[in-house]
């Protein structure tokens, strides 16, 4: 349980929901409590809500408890609940057999009725401790679950045949084996929906796996080193790294070097090279090399932590399609126990048909009912689109972003670090004098003293090697640097103005001069991303409009946009105009905007989806509903695809919900299926939708 500050969300982890009623049960507790903001997942077993002024979260817990669940620490504990629907299930199986071959061989001890009364005794008790008293607490709760409709149907069936035996009415009154079939079959259906279940949260489980490893910390004062879990760990301590280990924390490199794998958190398979002073981050995989690292981020504080966390609430939110699936489950179980005494009354004095047979397909009308498919159709979907886009680096907040995924019709790019890389690359460049690979070794040398964005890119793009030894470099400010080397010859790097006096053609980023005399210039532009024309051809194949909005000016973004194949370019906008723009776009067609998360922000907020390029140390960005942790925007159409496709299975599961209970309750009120079929194909529905998930 989490609770930092009043009124701070509370976090919880409930054991003991079933379906999807099951959350709705402990919803409509904590709201009629006063809490706010209220999320529960029977799936995943998270819980969270802000608390009301004067409400004790304990009150809460003590409350929740009294419905029938568990509050716990850490992850609901999936195994043991499998492991004792295991052993109810093994349990009741063999009685429920014994029951079922009185149909079908002559052995005349099994048409006993006191025979048959003792064998689905074992079998109505363990019943009624599961689905009667998750009944009794559902009622008390005012939101009715499945567990009634079973626990009324093995209970008619069970007292009909109890008073047929009393009385001595013979074999055309005793059903125990229907009561014993629909527990039976009921605890199957659960088993396998609460395998497929665990299925649909394989990638956030994946994730969370890696944030237990070892540890191999290094003693300040000894250097020796020791093995320790990580999370012992704490900011400042030492780590090596050797290939082979998951990085235990984050942390930053300042010994030796490595390429570690970062595929689990950004999706890139290609390994990344890791040398002084670069960022790592904790459960990602050393490939090779060897590197001390010094931690930064432990526990919580963690780029994975926080990206399991972002996932979970995700998951925990609910879409518009959710929220009129869990209204009809929240009224679904009345209506069907009204249409099953409806179906009695009827054919016992309309159709005037047996009452033996009517209470039949009163019963089958309760058993076959399964408002757990409409409650299970669209979290399940969510959870797999959301974690499979966790485990590609696609970081979505929230099922409604999936669903509005649908409607886009244009995506907005920025252009600066989005269409771009945002870093500067030597476009063009002219000698004046002297060699030309002597005009680069001298502009490298000096720039190797700058820690400027530009400065860095000469350095990085030319080799200085066998450049003149500087003994004395100054930087002035809005101009450049000036040195001097060992031969005392002068230099100055920088802007027109360092050239000014010499007559050099103005128009130029970077000015070289030596003893008075002009080497020549450099032009530096912000490079393309190499993945941006495929991922704008690939948006206009889909019919995508694409739209490209900058401040740079309008010939420079024409001249971009002509290069990757935008549709509509939009130059020289400022922040206030870019957000006036992207209201009016929206208002023209539902719009999706790609930019960087930091100077867009306003504008990624206005956008129906707001999708920023991020480094995974920045992933905690609030103004986008979606973050490409792997910044390339080769993941748009990725995204857009698992955001079509995940919505697609929505409607699919709730196609399949409603289909089956409209067609299944008919079919069971008229007398064509017994209940023991009726519980055999309710128990499968729900693994339908999980597996088709």
Known sequence: MEKTTENATVALKV??????????????????????????SFATGDVRFRPGDDKAVSAVVKGIHGLGYQVVSGAPARGRVTSRLTAQLLFTLPFTVLLLLHMFVPWHWLHQPY????????????????????????????????DVLVSMGATAAFVYSLLGTVRGLGDHYLFYETAASIITLVLLGNYLEEKSVRQTTTAITGLAAMQVTAARRIDPLTGEIREVANGTLVPGDQVLVNTGDQVPADGEVIWGEGYVSEAMITGESEQIHKKNGDRVIGGTISGGGSFRMK????????????IIELVRQAQGTKSPMQRLADRISAVFVPVVIAIAVITFLVSCYVFSVPATEAMMRAIAVLVIACPCAMGLATPAAVMVGLGRAAKNGILIKGSHTLERFTRITQVVFDKTGTLTTGKPGISAWRVLAGSDDEFRRTAATLESHSSHPIAAAISGAWSSDGGPVMRGVTEVEGLGLEATDEEQNTYRIGSYQVARSLGAEEGHQVYVVKNDRLLGWIDLSDTVRPDAKATVDALRARGIRTIMLSGDSQARAEALGALIGIDEIYGSHNPAEKMELI?????????????????DAP?????????ALSDASHVAMQSADVVLLS????????????GTHTYLTIKQNLFWAFFYNIIAIPVAAFGLLSPIVGAAVMGLSDVVLAVNS
């Open 15 to 40: 054991e003991g929901m079933s379906c999807n009623n099951c959350a709705l049960s402990i919803s409509r507790y904590l709201e009629k409590e006063g809490m706010k903001d209220v999320m529960v």
């Open 583 to 599: 209201r009016m776009l929206t208002r023209q067609a539902p719009t999706a905007m790609v930019g960087d998360g930091i100077n």
């Open 631 to 642: 910044e390339r925007l080769g993941q748009l159409p990725l995204a857009l695809g698992l």
């Open 295 to 306: 931690v930064t981020a432990t526990g919580e504080a963690t780029v994975l932590a926080h």
């Open 603 to 611: 504008a990624l907020t206005l956008a129906d989806i707001g999708i």
């Open 115 to 146: 025979v048959q009364l003792t064998l689905v005794l074992p079998v109505y008790i363990v019943g009624m401790v599961r689905f009667g008293s998750s009944a009794l607490r559902s009622l008390r709760a005012g939101v009715p679950n499945m």
